[in-house]
């Protein structure tokens, strides 16, 4: 089935396909010079080795590749390229590349050199393992001093680098299988991408704890090197099938808990907006208004006037989120805030504080910035607003509430965010994020225990870069990391993607879950200038409806032959049981019901999803 890519992904420019390149058992897709999918006999080996060039912000280059040559062989395959990146002030980085596989061997080969000298952050290799599977499974870690240490994966998100020091690591890929990647021309170390919701962990070049940004010297070539191995002790070593064309099936799982409640952000630059479009929004019926306050970016007594306004229309519940400025004592700034409150005749039922400088990242190495001690922000709080519920975490990502946990003492809910496009923003990458949100759950479960538990606004645009100065403006609407718009926030992807968010986060027993606004670039309506495939409503705003209407039934969980495909959950709906389906992948896919007898039969025994669709199927009570 072909579909319009706008529909998709709100953009016409459709992602270009990659290139499979074979040596035997071993296989990658080869996509902007990089490889990805890398698997042997039909097990995914490494999510992806890739050479990445990052800017002072953390921002990843697109370096424009010239003189690329593919030769598949039989057996193997070769391809070289160069690559050449375009930095500030006229500088340039140029890179030459080879990569070389066959029956159980691959190498990426690559001389970055630079007539200019070069600012970067990074520059070097990133290597991807997958976490399914993987996670908290033993792995050997082979140090740059020869010693090897056996340890696990970590299960639980670790804060910090798991590993560092390396040379190299070898895991178990099946039974029989292992595969070793050795990395040379620097020191590598690992960091546990969940953080970030990617779903990998991450080895990359030039430890965290080192200066960064730094120079490429003019004239000096940097050459590294990554050698993949597999060892293959099996005594039948037969071809698995890797583009099977079975159906997806489903089975029911366990009962358990209640649908979240979904929640709406609302920013004073969109508030206005929201209150012209107060009609849509009771039709969608949210439970929760999530109002964002910072009076650091200039949200002064006229933000909480209009929020004031729209809490007044809304029959459900209402939290501020409070970036505290911390420039003076908290309590007078606690206070000054309650002060604009009681003037605007504000009074929300929930308050979300945070030291605005909490938003951005320290990374390994680097100095924590200056802050009050979080019970003192806490108490502030308690002291100005006496009478509403206190909320702390983050207003930033799980990886800023798991590197600076927060005393839970004095809070009556903990909450976070997340964003896919911190370090890559293609299709794939976006996606399979969703396999990081149930460890990311887990671990906040393991450390804040059965506490009141909130995520959100998590959109796939980034609303703020903890990593950098700055999001990544879009003009084009492309396919850009950190980007503060995304196009796919108008097409079906972003549809799919959110109700995968849903699903994968279910067993955490949330207590609300916001996965957008209203308007504006993070909006369930496009502005006059943006167009959607559906108008003006974009299709994410179906799901968040959906979610809506379901806040509060008891839902149970289905278990998916294919996950990473087609994900289902079914909810006992006022108007009887019913399962959800979504297909979180660019092609069709056949979905087999059968299994879900013991749950209550289904109206037919099987599904076709279209690309990135959703349905709901009535099943009998």
Known sequence: MSVEPFLLYGTHEAAEAPVRLVAGRLSADLADGNLRTIVYDGTEVLRAISYLVRDRDWGTYSPRIENLKIQQLDEAFIVTYRAHCEGPAGTSLSIDVRIAASEGRLTFESKAQSATGFETNRCGFCILHPIDGVAGKPVVVEHVDGQRDETLFPDLIEPWQPFKDMRAITHTVTDGVTAECRMEGDTFEMEDQRNWSDASYKTYVRPLALPWPYMIPTGEPVRQQIVLSMRDDRQSKATRATGSRDAVTIHPGQPHGRMPAIGLVVTPEEAKSTLAARALMAEIGPQELLFHFDPGAGHDLEALKDFAELAALHPGRTTLEIALPCRKPPADEALEIARQMRSAGFAPDAIVISPSVDRQSTPPGSKWPECPP??????????????????????????????????????????????????????????????????ITRSVRAIYGDMPYRIGPSTIA??????????MDNPGLGRVPMANRDPRHNGLFAEAFALGYAIRVLEADLECLTLSALTGPFGLIAGNDEPTPEGGRRPLLRTVATLAGLAGAPWRACVSSAPSQVL?????????????????????????????????SPVRTDAELSPYAIETVALAR
Do not use: W
């Open 568 to 600: 289902a959950f079914i909810a006992d709906a006022a108007d009887g049981p019913t399962l959800h389906l979504v297909n979180l992948t660019p092609t069709v896919k056949s979905v087999d019901l059968r299994g879900l007898e013991p749950a209550g």
């Open 462 to 471: 980034m609303r703020q870069n903890p990593y950098g100065s700055r999001t």
């Open 374 to 439: 979080l019970e003192e922000v806490y108490a502030a709080a308690h002291a100005a607003f006496p009478d509403i519920r206190i909320g702390g975490g983050m207003l930033s990502y799980f990886t800023e509430l798991n590197r600076k946990r927060v005393p839970p003492g004095q809070l009556s809910l903990i909450s976070h965010c997340t964003n896919p496009i911190v370090h890559a923003a293609d299709d794939l990458s976006v996606m399979q994020t969703l396999e990081a949100l149930p460890f």
